[in-house]
């Protein structure tokens, strides 16, 4: 009686071990729906089109960003809470940047702007909430933007579009001329600007595109039978 319950006790671990192995769920990644930049210097300039996305700043007398890269994504709308947000923005090799560049994202309410009409003079008003900050990066880093403040703004705009905007931060460390040029959609030569999006649990993720991991059904069965394979073994050898 005693070997059956020490068997039942090793199953029931194998399933609650390998039930909590993987605690988060990761989603992704998604591609902007549009991107394009605009460019304060040259306000009518229409960049839609273009195969790089351009990110500049000046600090010669008082930092100014002189560009503005404009991301549009559609939020998807899963049941579980978006716990973790991260935008990856890779510095394309064909122009490293070496200067100093601290970036920051921020948002837009106005999601209605399109890559054949966007420029500096038409573009629309920045939300004022900094969602997440990025250290200098140079090629062939991404500049990686994450934090609480992110998630919850994704968590709030589920099944929507959202406009987002990285910018120089200049609350950081901005040189005197700062460029930094990324790939856009359009690029084949280089991996793109990507969102992925993470949950405590897959529970509720799985509606999202893109998904990928083991299933609940799976881990279930796995832990199932790496339990009766322990209580095998356990009560052949107590024999």
Known sequence: MKKRIFSLFILLCGVLFFGSVQSAYAVGPYTPLADTYTLLNDPNIIAGSELYLFLSASNLAGCVPTSYVWLKFQVPNPSATIATAILSVPIDPVYPGDEPL????????????QEASLNWANQPTLDPTVLATASSTVAPSDALFMGPTFADYLNSRKG????????ANCNGNVSVSADRVIPARENTTWHKVELDLRSPSNVGL???KGSTGTQP????ILGILVGLSLAFAVGKKSY
């Open 206 to 208: 799985l509606d999202m």
């Open 160 to 167: 929507q579009l959202v406009s987002l905007v990285v910018k």
């Open 217 to 220: 059904g799976q881990i279930v």
């Open 102 to 113: 601290d970036m920051e994202l921020r948002s837009s309410s106005d999601t209605t702007w």
